[in-house]
T-cell receptor, first 113, second 116 residues
């Protein structure tokens, strides 16, 4: 089945640690996105990538980093510089055209302990 | 920059009654508008989109949305609500990135409760 796979589903991080969230897609989409979801705030864009080896900052990129070495993969690293990382993280992909919808993974819930 | 607003945090409706979830937009140029649904602890699922053409757009699970240019609205509707429609609904708009490419901007979401 085609789709987007995020792993792990739940992740616990200690203060000061970096953690990496995985996102893999087999939809052959060029564009990929990372969103953060907090209660009552909807989805906020962290980073997005339109093509391999290229990515742009979204609205809340501070404390996060990404790479796009392969078309099907777009991992997100939550660094120790992110002061409030506890949230639900969603990865998505789409065609590059302006009028296309996004397909989402099932999300990773990150908790700082 | 493009934006969407969902004025209601929550909508309550009885099963079998029609439902409306509201969305207004602010765009420069032609709007590309979307509705998504999210069930608990899951990712978002695409419902429907307006690109051009008919103002009434039909989508998945019996949902439809009406594009109104004069009122800058794109309300989601369903003639007869089901308990299983209870979920979080997001309105969204496509926007151009500052350094190229496109991104999707989401509203804050509206929680729909359908009571049996």
């Amino acid at each position: 089945d085609g789709g987007i796979t995020q792993s792990p589903k739940y992740l616990f991080r200690k203060e000061g640690q970096n953690v990496t969230l995985s996102c893999e897609q087999n939809l052959n989409h060029d564009a990929m996105y990372w969103y953060r979801q907090d209660p009552g705030q909807g989805l906020r864009l962290i980073y997005y990538s339109q093509i391999v080896n290229d990515f742009q900052k979204g609205d809340i990129a501070e404390g996060y980093s990404v790479s796009r070495e392969k078309k099907e993969s777009f991992p997100l690293t939550v660094t120790s510089a992110q002061k409030n990382p506890t949230a639900f993280y969603l990865c998505a992909s789409s065609e590059r055209e302006f009028n296309t919808e996004a397909f989402f993974g099932q999300g990773t819930r990150l908790t700082v302990v | 920059a493009q934006s969407v607003a969902q004025p209601e945090d929550q909508v309550n409706v009885a099963e079998g009654n029609p439902l409306t979830v509201k969305c207004t937009y602010s765009v420069s140029g032609n709007p590309y508008l979307f509705w998504y649904v999210q069930y608990p602890n899951r990712g978002l699922q695409f419902l429907l989109k307006y690109i051009t053409g008919d103002n009434l757009v039909k989508g998945s699970y019996g949902f439809e949305a009406e594009f109104n240019k004069s009122q800058t609205s794109f309300h989601l509707k369903k003639p007869s609500a089901l308990v299983s429609d209870s979920a979080l609904y997001f309105c969204a708009v496509r926007d151009k990135g500052n350094t190229g490419g496109f991104k999707t901007i989401f509203g804050a979401g509206t929680r729909l409760f359908v009571k049996a």
